[in-house]
């Protein structure tokens, strides 16, 4: 298959990108020439990507981090400049919208898990890497966000807020960076 797009030479890094939509979009990456850091909470998980993406003849580095831990995105963004030496794509993947019952039964527990791995872990990864990028090369930076940011449901609350900062500071990063 023939892609528009060569991104050969490119390193992409993808939150989230064990399963689902980040996995598709690790090898999707891959396949279009990129070499990927494949990151996730589950390291065995992120490792059978990062066999998949060998297969493609691909270099690939599995990473496991929990985005919402400041000090597992803080390791998470080290690690990644230590295998390759840059990050040229940055895909803000992960993302959790577990239901509650209503707005009052919601947990303070539940509401920082979801704003954490929503909203405060591509905050901080998008500093540490779209900083790096902006005093070198570029990049580009996807934040993966979900029509919830628009159209609000009272059984997600939490996660359409997290993914409306989302797209709150997407549009500040661009700015800044």
């Not at 405060?120 to 902006?134: D, E, I």
């Not at 966000?145 to 997407?170: C, E, R």
Request: with cysteine; glycine share 10%; net charge neutral.
């Amino acid at each position: 298959m023939t892609y528009a797009i060569d991104l050969t030479g490119k390193v992409a890094l993808v939150t989230g990108g064990s399963r689902g939509l980040g996995k598709a979009i690790a090898l999707g990456l891959a396949r279009a020439g990129a070499d990927v850091i494949v990151s996730s909470r589950k390291l065995e998980a992120c490792e059978e990507v990062a066999r998949e993406i060998a297969a493609i003849g691909r270099r690939a580095v599995s990473i496991a981090a929990h985005v919402g831990r400041w000090d597992d995105i803080t390791r998470l963004a080290e690690e990644a400049y230590a295998a390759f030496g840059r990050v040229d794509i940055l895909v803000n993947n992960a993302g959790m919208s577990p239901l509650a019952p209503s707005t009052v039964e919601t947990t303070e527990d539940l509401f920082d898990k979801v704003v954490g791995v929503n909203f405060k872990g591509p905050f901080r990864l998008t500093a540490l890497v779209g900083s790096r990028m902006a005093a070198g090369d570029g990049g580009s930076i996807i934040n993966i966000s979900s029509i919830g940011a628009l159209k609000p449901n009272p059984s997600v609350t939490p996660y359409s807020g997290a993914k409306a900062a989302l797209n709150a500071i997407s549009l500040a990063f661009a700015q800044e960076f």
